[in-house]
């Protein structure tokens, strides 16, 4: 049904827009909300009608403007739930005449009912958005420009870094404000290299430098116990991976006009790679890569202690810290080319206002609260990565432990370098998920790396032929 659901998402924004262009001579947008999980989990299902009658009864603040209602959306744990709710409550004390009604739900659900609600002409006000979603809604016109906001001083991201910055705009113009950036990386269980004797990575390692660390800790795993443990996990089917190593040769999995950049011989290279570390016994067997590809963090291989070296986000560290006892976990950044060339972007999870949002400015002011007020920062932490703001991480790192240091540190580091992805197309679900099938069927023997280049390359240029 998801897949289905999110196949039918640019037909339904299609007939949303028509009816939404007939209604324009009447002069008015329809605001709205909505949300990803759902009645039951969210406690805050209305109906728009609703919402107008509320925010029309509701007495008028001390400036003599009307009491209003917003709707706020993300995705997200129990534990983030009680920091949005926190942040949220803390917004409406300082701002009584403003009531934000609050929808959440798991990062799935989230996408498929937002895409549900855009279409339907009822997003939320305020809604977590997402670097590889973002093009999806800013296109086809569902997301606010926010610049006149930041031109007015509504919102502030004076201590944004310019790469954040830059991540913030589709087309030029900015349409969602970052709550936090990260990256994705390689991080170790320090730990448990050195009760193999094995020294740690450089930080700066390459791919040559991986492949001679991995065999190496492989070898001390070999010589110091009978367990089936392995040096690392697969991370043949990681697309953000491929995005790096695609990069780092000079193209994009993606290019900036929707096609697929990434070429059969690079693909190879990438299947291949992964392919001889599979039969030289350093990375897991494919059943066993299978098997955990989709359990949850506490169960994943690294805690488990089967593998060294994991490949994740660096704003996880302190939830994977959270259950290793015998090491410290230390981040690495994505290995370089060989003659050091870059290939890391910014990641993140990002705030935006819904085009149809009957308060705007009442939004993009929660938007500028959330990003840039301490009290906020201080609840919020490394939620989603260091803070988009330079001075709201300044407040934060004194409150920070040693796991939450260290993916500070890593992110800021990363930052200095990391570039922006062109915009993910329409269908790059689709590819994401052709990939992981792909790397799936050359690492059961199904297909060898070249025809499994060969077949990924073809099918994903289909795809987003299918969906330019």
Do not use: H
């Given at each position: 049904m998801k897949k289905k659901m999110k196949a039918l998402f640019?037909?339904?924004?299609?007939?949303?827009?028509?009816?939404?262009?007939?209604?324009?001579?009447?002069g008015s947008d329809s605001g709205g909300k909505s949300g990803d999980a759902p009645a039951a989990d969210t406690g805050t299902e209305n109906t728009q009608a609703a919402n107008t009658e509320e925010t029309k009864t509701e007495p008028a603040n001390d400036a003599g403007g009307e009491k209003v209602t917003i709707t706020f959306a993300w995705w997200g744990d129990a534990k983030r739930h009680e920091k949005y709710n926190a942040i949220a409550d803390l917004y409406e004390k300082e701002n009584p005449y403003v009531k934000i009604e609050r929808q959440y739900g798991s990062f799935n659900d989230y996408w498929d009912k937002l895409a549900t609600q855009t279409a339907g002409g009822n997003a939320p006000d305020v809604q977590g958005m997402h670097a590889t979603y973002v093009a999806d809604y800013a296109q086809r016109g569902a997301l606010l420009d926010l610049e006149p906001y930041l031109a007015d001083?509504?919102?502030?991201?004076?201590?944004?870094?310019?790469?954040?910055?830059?991540?913030?705009?589709?087309?030029?113009?900015?349409?969602?404000?970052a709550q936090g950036v990260t990256m994705t990386g390689w991080n170790y269980n320090k730990g448990a290299l050195d009760k193999l004797g094995v020294a740690a990575p450089d930080y700066n390692w390459t791919w040559d430098d991986f492949l001679a660390k991995v065999a190496e800790i492989q070898k001390a795993i070999n010589a110091s116990d009978n367990k089936k443990r392995w040096a690392s996990v697969d991370a043949s089917g990681?697309?953000?991976?491929?995005?790096?190593?695609?990069?780092?040769k000079g193209t994009d999995l993606f290019t900036a006009e929707g096609k697929l950049g990434v070429t059969k011989e690079q693909m190879t290279e990438w299947f291949?790679?992964?392919?001889?570390?599979?039969?030289?016994?350093?990375?897991?067997?494919?059943?066993?890569?299978?098997?955990?590809?989709?359990?949850?963090?506490?169960?994943?291989?690294?805690?488990?202690?089967?593998?060294i070296l994991a490949t994740f986000p660096f704003n996880q560290i302190p939830l994977y810290q959270n259950y290793i006892a015998d090491g410290e976990v230390q981040p690495l950044r994505r290995p370089l080319?060989?003659?050091?060339?870059?290939?890391?972007?910014?990641?993140?999870?990002y705030l935006a206002?819904?085009?149809?949002?009957?308060?705007?400015?009442?939004?993009?002011?929660?938007?500028?609260?959330?990003?840039?007020?301490?009290?906020?920062?201080?609840?919020?932490?490394?939620?989603?990565?260091?803070?988009?703001?330079?001075?709201?991480?300044?407040?934060?790192?004194?409150?920070?432990?040693?796991?939450?240091?260290?993916?500070?540190?890593?992110?800021e580091t990363s930052l200095k370098t990391a570039g922006k992805l062109p915009l993910p197309p329409k269908g790059q679900g689709e590819v994401?998920?052709?990939?992981?099938?792909?790397?799936?069927?050359?690492?059961?023997?199904?297909?060898?790396?070249?025809?499994g280049a060969q077949e990924f390359v073809e099918k994903?240029?289909?795809?987003?032929?299918k969906s330019s």
């Open positions: 640019p037909l339904l924004l299609v007939v949303v827009f028509i009816v939404s262009l007939a209604a324009c001579s009447g001083g509504t919102i502030d991201i004076g201590s944004f870094p310019d790469s954040v910055k830059e991540v913030q705009k589709v087309e030029g113009k900015t349409v969602m404000i990681d697309i953000t991976g491929v995005q790096v190593y695609a990069r780092q291949a790679m992964w392919d001889k570390l599979r039969k030289d016994k350093v990375i897991p067997d494919a059943a066993t890569s299978e098997q955990y590809a989709t359990v949850s963090l506490d169960q994943g291989m690294l805690v488990k202690g089967l593998v080319d060989p003659s050091g060339k870059e290939g890391e972007f910014v990641e993140g999870a206002v819904a085009k149809t949002s009957k308060y705007p400015k009442e939004a993009a002011d929660f938007i500028s609260f959330f990003v840039n007020n301490e009290e906020v920062q201080k609840i919020f932490k490394l939620e989603q990565g260091a803070l988009g703001s330079t001075k709201g991480n300044e407040v934060i790192r004194p409150t920070l432990n040693p796991a939450e240091q260290r993916t500070l540190e890593a992110i994401r998920t052709l990939l992981t099938e792909t790397s799936q069927a050359v690492a059961f023997g199904q297909l060898s790396p070249e025809q994903a240029a289909e795809i987003l032929a």
